[in-house]
């Protein structure tokens, strides 16, 4: 199974996200070889949309196997008096995946550990399969976590995607379990997808700017899914 998760960062309004989703699902619906890797669980794709957006978009991949909304980030509480927050009690039935530890977060919005980790639990205490996003072996991985994100900082859009070998040291050096599913994320598209999945060492990709445009998102995984 080779997950692609779009991570559409704030970067996308409500229009714009219905737009996405209508011309995606005809390009699916017309590729049957796509939709034989869907429907035989060789691929997996995730689409991780703002949050106000999950409902908007709740119906329009169910019908489809294999493929899921996420969120780009999630609670680390229950419930309470927590203004602003969206937790996964009120995420839960309509979202299958949520990252979490984004390099983006916890730059800009000051995450720690602590707060994953309580994010982490929350997730899977709701039926969200958390993906945690490891900048390197400075990040702790958590043992419920499955699914490990490695997006090494200077290679996210705008930068240059990370040589696909230093990448697979980089996977090494995380001493990862082997039923670990490794995702890497950094300027990967279309052009550059291929020289990833030939390394035989990476389960997916997660995609920022190259998901923004659905035609884009489609060839990568056009590209990606051999
Ligand atoms: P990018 O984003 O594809 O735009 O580099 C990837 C990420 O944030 O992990």
């Known amino acids: ?3 692609f998760i779009a991570n559409w960062k704030a970067r ?3 229009d714009q996200a219905l737009d996405w989703s209508k011309e995606f699902s005809d390009k699916v619906a017309v ?3 796509l939709q034989l890797a869907l429907n035989n669980d060789k691929i997996r794709i995730v689409i991780c949309a703002p949050f106000p957006f999950l409902f908007l978009l ?4 169910s019908h489809s196997k294999n493929i899921f909304l996420g969120s780009q980030d999630i609670s680390p509480f229950d419930e309470g008096t927590y203004t602003g927050e969206v937790t996964a009690k009120m995420l839960q039935g309509t979202i299958r995946y949520s990252l979490i530890g984004h390099s983006e977060r916890r730059h800009f919005f000051n995450e720690t550990e602590e707060m994953i980790g309580r994010k982490i639990e929350q997730a899977c205490s709701h039926g969200i399969e958390p993906v945690l996003c490891v900048r390197g ?3 702790k991985i958590y043992s419920t976590v499955k699914i490990i994100s490695y997006e090494p900082v200077g290679a996210i859009w705008p930068g240059k995607n990370e040589d696909p070998a230093k990448t697979v040291e980089s996977k090494h050096k995380l001493s990862l379990p082997p039923d670990r599913v490794f995702i890497y994320g950094g300027s990967v598209d279309a052009s550059d997808i291929r020289s990833y999945t030939a390394t035989g060492e990476i389960d997916g990709f997660l995609v920022g700017n190259a998901s923004l445009n659905p035609a884009d998102f489609y060839q990568t995984i056009v ?3 051999l």
């Open 58 to 61: 709740k119906d329009k991949f």
């Open 223 to 225: 590209n990606g899914q």
């Open 12 to 14: 996308i309004t409500a």
């Open 31 to 33: 590729d049957t070889a």
């Open 1 to 3: 199974m080779k997950y």
């Open 137 to 139: 072996p400075e990040d």
